[in-house]
């Protein structure tokens, strides 16, 4: 089932914003007198009565509490180089929907897109909405955070505790390695750019004493291809490799 999120603690009756009035009425098709799922700001879900609607603001009122069945485990974060267009976009909705618990946009030396302290800001600002709108369409209990633009130095100094892992074109070692050695450890998919990482910076990752870089097989992926490709799989191995 669809859900809808509030930036608040659910206690009571409660309004929704205009634009979330606008999701249920027109997305999810709900009419006063349904029931939809609503999860706050605390992480903890509601089956809630829409009590009453118009075309600005909807009234809800918590009904029940939903216990959620996921279990909680290791997080598996993607660190990906900012790509041009649209392609950033389409990757953080489709990370979204895969379950990666936090994403990371990265600038590095071959990347297309320049971003500037404005566009830096405006462009976050729109992919936390786009991973909001998906853990919507998905059915999440929660909406992946969409950190700030980082360098690849940022990256390690604040995500460098954990597992990373870089696949490179030039390597051999087949990511189920990887898989096996961080299947119970927090992980890092870190990502290239169109054009690929520059030598100095797998250099740099490889100084890293919890970074592996292996091969997503022998093809060369496109960087949104690579990203999905890896996250999935990786997700999928590492579940295999801790049972």
Same mark, same amino acid.
């Given at each position: 089932?669809?859900?809808?999120?509030?930036?608040?603690?659910?206690?009571?009756?409660?309004?929704?914003?205009?634009?979330?009035?606008?999701?249920?009425?027109?997305?999810?098709?709900?009419?006063?007198?349904?029931?939809?799922?609503?999860?706050?700001?605390?992480?903890?879900?509601?089956?809630?009565?829409?009590?009453?609607? &118009?075309?600005?603001?909807?009234?809800?009122?918590?009904?029940?509490?939903?216990?959620?069945?996921?279990?909680?485990?290791?997080?598996?974060?993607?660190?990906?180089?900012?790509?041009?267009? &649209?392609?950033?976009?389409?990757?953080?909705?489709?990370? *979204?929907?895969?379950?990666?618990?936090?994403?990371?946009?990265?600038?590095?030396?071959?990347?297309?897109?320049?971003?500037?302290?404005?566009?830096?800001?405006?462009?976050?600002?729109?992919?936390?909405?786009?991973?909001?709108?998906?853990?919507?369409?998905?059915?999440? *209990?929660?909406?992946?955070?969409?950190?700030?633009?980082?360098?690849?130095?940022?990256?390690?100094? &604040?995500?460098?505790?954990?597992?990373?892992?870089?696949?490179?074109?030039?390597? *051999?070692?087949?990511?189920?390695?990887?898989?096996?050695?961080?299947?119970?450890?927090?992980?890092?998919?870190?990502?290239?750019?169109?054009?690929?990482?520059?030598?100095?910076?797998?250099?740099?990752?490889?100084?890293?004493?919890?970074?592996?870089?292996?091969?997503?097989?022998?093809?060369?992926?496109?960087?949104?291809?690579?990203?999905?490709?890896?996250?999935?799989?990786?997700?999928?191995?590492?579940?295999?490799?801790?049972?």
């Amino acid at each position: 089932m669809r859900k809808l999120f509030t930036s608040f603690p659910i206690g009571g009756e409660f309004h929704l914003t205009a634009d979330d009035t606008h999701h249920l009425m027109r997305v999810l098709r709900a009419a006063a007198g349904d029931e939809v799922i609503v999860t706050d700001s605390r992480g903890a879900s509601f089956h809630c009565k829409i009590n009453g609607m &118009d075309g600005k603001e909807a009234v809800l009122l918590p009904v029940a509490r939903v216990e959620e069945t996921d279990a909680a485990g290791p997080e598996l974060i993607l660190a990906a180089a900012v790509l041009k267009n &649209d392609k950033f976009d389409w990757l953080v909705q489709k990370a *979204t929907e895969l379950g990666v618990n936090r994403i990371i946009p990265i600038q590095m030396k071959y990347c297309v897109v320049k971003l500037n302290e404005k566009r830096r800001l405006e462009r976050c600002k729109r992919w936390q909405k786009i991973a909001l709108e998906a853990a919507k369409q998905c059915g999440r *209990t929660d909406v992946p955070p969409v950190d700030d633009v980082h360098s690849l130095a940022e990256l390690v100094r &604040d995500y460098g505790d954990r597992f990373i892992v870089v696949p490179y074109e030039l390597e *051999t070692v087949p990511a189920q390695a990887a898989a096996v050695a961080a299947s119970r450890a927090d992980t890092v998919v870190c990502i290239g750019p169109e054009g690929g990482f520059a030598r100095e910076e797998i250099e740099f990752l490889k100084t890293c004493e919890r970074c592996m870089t292996v091969s997503l097989g022998r093809r060369i992926l496109r960087a949104e291809t690579a990203a999905l490709t890896a996250g999935g799989r990786f997700f999928f191995l590492r579940r295999v490799s801790a049972r």
